[in-house]
């Protein structure tokens, strides 16, 4: 801690946990200890301990239980935008992905599936419908449109591993994506299928990807628990 800083003592403090959770230093289910025992420990008062873990409570990464103490819950997985799949963006923040498929069919194409996938209106496009988790935990509820015949899409391989990398495994070279970011309040089957309250934040993101042929590949809907994910961004000033 440094008490030179205008940063107040306890912020410094849950910005310390949150690294070590997010670093993995820190596991999920791993115990603090009660507030004094913190508090002596790092020579802090005790209202200063409590006012950190109780921001990383309102984050979700800490939860108090009776009888047990303080414990931690997750990280919250922070999602470079590049073209990257959840799967592996998981994988690299070692949450052990789990995918349960919902839906693998053809379906009439909609109007904005077929403006996005540039195919014409009420054609066939295969929906690939998932629930992806982490630590046991639901994260995000992926709805992706690929051209009919794109490649093979078993549901066993789409349980065990990510789209792109089916993808990039049948040979297409995805190159470029067109993506937006949004925010809603959760359906109450939303909810019910993430874990969360009726009117949650969810994080929304709808991105059209494309080969280097400039070909549209993939169109996906998808939304993310605000609690468990967020997306990261750098920005660049402009010579």
Do not use: W
């Amino acid at each position: 801690m440094d008490r030179t800083s205008p940063v107040p003592l306890y912020f410094q403090l849950s910005q310390q946990l949150e690294a070590a959770i997010e670093h993995g230093t820190l596991t999920p289910g791993s115990l603090l200890g009660n507030e004094i025992e913190l508090a002596g420990r790092l020579g802090l008062s005790r209202p200063t301990v409590r006012q950190a873990i109780q921001s990383l409570v309102d984050k979700g990464l800490l939860v108090r239980r009776r009888g047990v103490g303080t414990q931690v819950v997750h990280s919250q997985v922070k999602r470079p935008l590049e073209l990257s799949s959840l799967y592996d963006d998981l994988e690299a923040a070692g949450q052990r992905p789990a995918t349960l498929v919902l839906r693998n069919a053809l379906e009439p194409a909609t109007a904005e599936v077929a403006a996005a996938l540039g195919v014409a209106e009420g054609s066939d496009v295969h929906l690939v419908e998932r629930l992806r988790s982490a630590h046991g935990e639901p994260m995000a509820h992926l709805c992706n449109h690929l051209p009919a015949g794109l490649l093979p899409l078993d549901t066993g391989q789409l349980e065990s591993t990510g789209l792109y990398r089916m993808m990039r495994a049948a040979g297409i070279t995805l190159h470029s994506a067109r993506q937006s970011v949004g925010a809603r309040a959760a359906t109450g089957d939303e909810a019910a299928l993430l874990g969360e309250e009726t009117g949650a934040p969810l994080l929304t993101m709808q991105r059209t990807t494309f080969d280097d042929t400039g070909r549209a590949v993939e169109f996906g809907s998808h939304i993310y628990r605000a609690s468990r994910y967020a997306f990261e961004f750098q920005l660049l000033v402009r010579p």
